[in-house]
């Protein structure tokens, strides 16, 4: 079983920043995609960010430049830096992760949720105006 928790979330003026860590224990495997996925209430989960362990990136547009995802294997932790936020970026954010790459499970930085094996309970972002 894989290690996923999130910690980092919270309450942030419009056009602040966040940084969100996710804790996990998949970096013992050299052959992994990681994610950071975001679900605002009433609506469909939506990838924000994903690296797998050829260091590749991913970003969907509504994200991209504002947003940063990476890793520090030798301390276990993945994370999600968030700059320029915005009132629409409010929702609950979660880590997830599968063995094996990225590749051919992502468009742009929305990964299909159903590859991911291992998610971890989500920590939530609110932006205010």
């Known amino acids: 079983q894989v290690q996923m928790e999130e910690s980092g979330g919270g309450s942030v003026q419009a056009g602040g920043s966040l940084r969100l860590s996710c804790t996990t224990s998949?970096?013992?495997?050299?052959?992994?995609?990681i994610a950071w996925f975001r679900q605002r209430p009433g609506e469909e989960r939506e990838g924000v960010a994903a690296?797998?362990?050829?260091?590749?990136?991913r970003y969907p547009d509504s994200v991209k430049g504002r947003f940063t995802i990476s890793q520090d294997n030798a301390k276990n932790l993945l994370y999600l830096e968030m700059n320029n936020l915005k009132p629409e970026d409010t929702a609950m954010y979660y880590c997830?992760?599968?063995?094996?790459?990225?590749?051919?499970?992502?468009?742009?930085?929305?990964?299909?949720?159903?590859?991911?094996?291992?998610w971890g309970r989500g920590t939530q972002v609110t932006v205010v105006s």
């Open positions: 690296i797998d362990s050829d260091g590749k990136e």
């Open positions: 997830a992760s599968s063995y094996g790459l990225c590749s051919g499970h992502c468009r742009g930085g929305d990964c299909a949720g159903s590859y991911f094996s291992y």
């Open positions: 998949i970096f013992t495997s050299n052959n992994y995609c």
